[in-house]
């Protein structure tokens, strides 16, 4: 998977309206298009991802990073805390 297809599912996970577009499309739609499905989901994922960027003021290029940045910074904190304390507890055979 490339930055731009990561970067476009960190987007989509927060903006459900944009991933239900690029689902929706359907072998028929690529077959008028002239072109195979993936090309036209990739078409469309750079456009979403383009427009989001003009919106935002920065290049394609600096949402993508910014994208990813902001998804590895998540993935170093524990969403559910709670989760972390009770995993430990676990581990050490305590009680909460």
Known sequence: MDDTALAYMIFAADHPDALAQ????SEAEALEAGEPLSALRDTMVVQTLTAEANKRGVSLNGL???????SDVEDEDP??????KYN??????TSP
């Not at 993508?64 to 902001?70: D, E, F, G, N, S």
């Not at 430990?88 to 055979?93: C, K, L, S, V, W």
């Open 88 to 93: 430990r507890m676990r581990d050490f055979n």
């Open 64 to 70: 993508v990073q910014a994208l990813i940045r902001k």
């Open 22 to 25: 690029v689902q929706a499309l």
């Open 79 to 84: 969403s559910v805390p709670g989760l972390e």
